[in-house]
């Protein structure tokens, strides 16, 4: 996923703000679950929404006002309710800017956990390829 | 109203980003109605919310980090379906910095129009006291 | 351009913040003007910088999570400080949510007035075609 | 520190959106520091910033339109470079909302690794009281 950085993402340190980086791993998420035909959207209307745990991140370098960031999303670990995505954060240059952990779990309305449909742990699953499949 | 710029309000031109005023406007606007006695979850639990129609702001000086700001909030007009809010925007040493206008409608959860409740724009016409009542 | 809905242009009204839009507007002039060959790094970079000074916005219709809002930017005006900006914002249904109007001003980085470069003129006046202009 | 939820907080989930905690603990920082003496800004013009290089935060139960929340906030460790924080976040019901601990590191105006203060290092560390003084 490629993102251009706007002046409404930075502040007056002159780099991009540290909370906003996480509305870009919302994007990274949303892209990787589309491409692979998972729309939240439809999910949504059955119900079903996701929350975020638990989020860790790290930077290590700062964004400025146009940088072109790429996003690299892995999903690491799926349990019953659990799905754990990883990023990393470059820049045009390829500099590491930042790295990311991001707990996610499914809920109903009610924001209580609910068990990921089967269908969607299968799709989820099957990204891990030869990673560790925790189920 | 008072508001303290954070880091999060600026962008790296290093004054206050100019969509962010309108979140200062939401804060002086829900202030204004509570110190009034009504509250904006009260109404949304009788499925009445507000929508904003319009907005108008003119940004004649910058804001920067660390300025407290104060906000003047005025009830300009008010009809069955809407109201007008003026606002006047100083920071800490009475420098004018923005004057905006915003009107506000009463929708239903479909966000059709849905006429004021009489208590709701008895209490607004209540704050015009010699300014033109427009109904 | 093209520009995806996501939660955090939302809010609990379940369509996108009436703030949110100046957002979009500030992605639609960047791009506005990096296609015609108007880099806002580079103007930077020579000490020049673009402030809005007046921005007015009609809220038609909300957009939702999901929605693929397309925004049409024209120039409507330019003199030696200011540029005026049109929009029309629409979803992927072609309605029409939203029209603005944003008044942007070159300024240094003391945030003072300074006079558009004559290049920089040259190429918005081009783009005005059959418009009047207004300098 | 307390903090009234507003419309912008908010998504389209009905909650606050989880990016939006880290301007939370913005504001819990820079009340922390501010009531303690150090005004951000004093060290701004000294050629001090700092910027965050680590942060992590659990989500337990969700925020919504009109809480107000209630952040407390320690310093757990104190380093050359360091500052750790540690918060915990309550709705107006005391119920725990989150966790989270944020690296703050102090920097110069080129983003690099600048030795904290003497006076400024002094005075977090009068602050960790009883607890383990890392240094």
């Known amino acids: 996923?490629?993102?251009?950085?706007?002046?409404?993402?930075?502040?007056?340190?002159?780099?991009?703000y540290y909370a906003n980086y996480l509305k870009f791993l919302e994007e990274a998420r949303t892209k990787y679950m589309e491409e692979r035909g998972l729309s939240l959207k439809g999910l949504m209307d059955k119900n079903i929404m996701f929350a975020i745990r638990r989020q860790e991140i790290e930077y290590k370098a700062p964004a400025v006002y146009g940088d072109i960031l790429e996003i690299k999303t892995r999903v690491l670990e799926v349990t019953g309710f659990r799905i754990r995505f990883v990023y990393e954060i470059r820049n045009q240059k390829s500099t590491l800017l930042s790295t990311a952990v991001t707990d996610m779990v499914s809920v109903g309305k009610d924001f209580k956990?609910?068990?990921?449909?089967?269908?969607?742990?299968?799709?989820?699953?099957d990204q891990l390829g030869s990673v560790k499949k925790s189920i």
Chains 1, 2, 3, 4 share one sequence.
């Open 1 to 16: 996923m490629k993102r251009r950085i706007y002046y409404y993402d930075t502040d007056c340190g002159g780099v991009v």
């Open 113 to 125: 956990l609910k068990e990921l449909p089967k269908e969607v742990r299968k799709l989820f699953l």
